[in-house]
């Protein structure tokens, strides 16, 4: 069974970079036809997709965030990476790390809370 | 990128039937067959429930199906559950990138 783990800071001040990975077992990251993912949900909200990023190296953005936003894939440690800039009290949510099949997340992490605050 | 317009809330009685309605555009919902739905119970990471309007995964009941309409797409859940009580998500391709609904609030009475 696939599983994801998000890690990384719970606190990051405003005008840093928030930076987090996920940690894919039970399969290889490396695994065609699939891209992985990273969406967030700011507290009492909805869902935000943020981008995801497939082994070939292509990444797909929202455009809201484009100019942002970095998303990596390690495939020698089975992990990728988002890396948010510049960020603000608005950024504040629980980040999801997923796998894309195709156009929609069909496993995701458990969720890791990140709050914007100095 | 606006998000999916979802009812914020809606209810049902155990055994009912009840449908939430995920509204988009011709550049979204409406131009691709690439509509999925999550369910959301508090605290807990979304789970898969509808991809493709109306493809079910592995593990789902049969109560839950999808379809879409133009610029609409539906989740209809049948033989409602106290279970069933979450927060229901649809999104959907948009060309380069995902849009989520604001999400839709199910209580059962």
């Known amino acids: 069974q696939l599983q994801l783990q998000e890690s990384g800071p719970g606190l990051v001040k405003p005008s840093e970079t928030l930076s987090l990975t996920c940690t894919v077992s039970?399969?290889?990251?490396?695994?065609?036809?699939?891209?992985w993912g990273w969406i967030r949900q700011p507290p009492g909200k909805g869902l935000e997709w943020i981008g995801s990023m497939y082994n070939s190296g292509s990444t797909y953005y929202d455009p809201s965030l484009k100019s942002r936003v970095t998303i990596s894939i390690d495939m020698s440690k089975n992990q990728f990476s988002l890396k948010l800039t510049s960020v603000t009290a608005a950024d504040t949510a629980v980040y999801y790390c997923?796998?894309?099949?195709?156009?929609?997340?069909?496993?995701w992490g458990q969720g890791t809370l990140v709050t914007v605050s100095s | 990128q606006s998000a999916l317009t979802q009812p914020r809330s809606v209810s049902g009685s155990p055994g009912q039937s009840v449908t939430i309605s995920c509204t988009g555009t011709s550049s979204d919902v409406g131009g691709y067959d690439y509509v999925s739905w999550h369910q959301q119970h508090p605290g807990k990471a979304p789970k898969p429930l509808i991809y493709?309007?109306?493809k079910r995964p592995s593990g789902v009941p049969d109560r839950f199906s999808g379809s879409k309409s133009g610029n609409t797409a539906s989740l209809t859940i049948s033989g409602l559950q106290a279970e069933d009580e979450a927060d229901y998500y649809c999104?959907?391709?948009?060309?380069?990138?995902?849009?989520f609904g604001g999400g839709t609030k199910l209580t059962v009475l």
């Open positions: 999104c959907s391709y948009a060309g380069s990138y995902e849009v």
């Open positions: 493709d309007v109306s």
């Open positions: 997923a796998r894309m099949a195709h156009t929609r997340p069909d496993y």
């Open positions: 039970g399969g290889a990251i490396s695994s065609s036809g699939h891209s």
